[in-house]
């Protein structure tokens, strides 16, 4: 329900991971009593992704009311060649949408001066200095003083830039007997042979006999949801040694892989959230936690400031300068990155990896990390570098 002939303070469009994050650090300031209207095309009340993030304890967001699932240790494998890692203060989350949904919009329903439409997004236009419309398709138009908003203006926008994409279909299977080492996230799962040049199986193990099983593949291309569900029977069988399995859940995404932002306004009153802000991480596709910290930050500056100046995501320039070595070696050559990332697991520890996946490292930290790892690729990267 929405209050016709308001102007809002905030105006969320988009109610997935980003917008419920936004309107989740909103409800836990000063700002709770806002007037807040939320709109997107979809009720949420389906399990539909699957997020990870690693942390010493759960974020404040994590839900509550489902036991958290974690892990201790994480590992890599390239054919027969493993290496595991103790994440010693850290753990590896894990969080079911639909349980992250719930309890959000249940947190949402003490607050009457928060409000709904279910509609499709039109347009989002700057009336003055002052407000922003939002039109919808069968609603009608909203006025809001602040737009927070993570939903592509254009579904296609990535199409005809040669963007690599991080694509993969995963399945939460249940097997008929125990095959699954429950003690270890399986980040990256290697095999020979591959069809493609930059491939990988994702493992999470939640019983010896349930896990969820992604395949990703790093390209350019569209890829056909149903032959790479292919992959995944062939990597039950001969790798789990499993004919049969029940599947619980499936997913499927496409993650931008890019420094490059393609959502950029010049208006203070529209910010970006999630993908579309560039809070996914351009080398690994790692998101939940950036979107934390992001919305965390635009709170904080909504809190301290009349005229807020800073509400974008900023990456820090060195780590989009790491990011686009790692692209250009996946773009150009991608049978090195198998070996990359093998090589960057095994001569660092398991907190040293996380944290500077995170993003969390001092420069000194990262000289330290990047000086175990073998310089040649990168140099070649370097010598042919171009940003993606």
């Known amino acids: 329900m929405s209050i016709p002939n308001l102007t809002y303070d905030f105006i969320i469009t988009g109610f997935g991971c980003a917008g419920m994050s936004i309107v989740y650090h909103l409800l836990d300031s000063r ?4 007037q807040i209207l939320v709109i997107d095309s979809s009720d949420k009340n389906t399990n539909d992704r699957t997020w990870c993030y690693w942390a010493e304890k759960p ?3 994590h839900p509550k009311n489902s036991p958290i699932v974690s892990w201790q240790n994480i590992s890599i494998r390239i054919g027969k060649k493993e290496v595991k890692k103790q994440l010693d203060e850290l ?11 719930s309890e959000i919009k249940q947190r949402i329903s003490l607050f009457p001066n928060v409000h709904f439409v279910m509609d499709n997004i039109s347009s989002i236009q700057e009336n003055s200095s002052e407000s922003v419309s939002v039109t919808t398709s069968s609603s009608g138009i909203y006025l809001g003083k602040k737009i927070f908003n993570s939903i592509p203006d254009d579904p296609l926008l990535y199409e005809g830039h040669n963007i690599l994409k991080q694509i993969f279909v995963g399945w939460k299977v249940r097997t008929q007997q125990p095959c699954f080492e429950i003690d270890s996230a ?5 095999l020979p042979g591959s069809n493609h040049k930059m491939d990988f199986f994702y493992l999470l193990p939640f019983s010896q006999t349930e896990a969820l099983i992604e395949y990703t593949v790093f390209t350019t291309e569209n890829l ?36 490059y932002s393609f959502n950029t306004t010049n208006n203070p009153n529209i910010t970006h959230l ?50 686009n070595i790692i692209l250009n070696i996946a773009k150009k050559w991608p049978n090195e990155l198998p070996q990359v990332f093998f090589n960057l697991f095994e001569n660092n520890s398991g907190p040293e990896i996380l944290r500077f996946l995170n993003e ?29």
């Open 31 to 34: 700002l709770k009593n806002s």
């Open 59 to 61: 974020l404040s967001i």
């Open 91 to 101: 753990k590896y989350y894990h969080i079911k949408s639909s349980e992250f949904y």
């Open 186 to 190: 399986m980040m990256m799962n290697f």
């Open 224 to 259: 056909d949801a149903e032959k790479m569900e292919l992959a995944l029977h062939a990597y039950i069988s001969q790798n789990l040694s499993q004919d049969k399995v029940e599947i619980s859940f499936k997913e499927v995404g496409s993650i931008p892989m890019t420094t």
């Open 274 to 323: 999630g993908t579309v802000a560039g809070c996914s991480k351009p080398s690994t596709g790692y998101t939940f936690h950036t979107i934390q910290k992001h919305c965390a930050s635009i709170v904080r500056e909504l809190e301290s400031k009349s005229i807020p100046t800073n509400l974008a995501f900023k990456r820090k320039k060195r780590f989009s300068f790491y990011d």
């Open 360 to 388: 969390e490292t001092s420069f000194f930290n990262e000289l330290k990390l990047l000086s175990r790892l073998k310089f040649s690729i990168f140099i070649k990267s370097l010598l042919h570098f171009e940003k993606h």
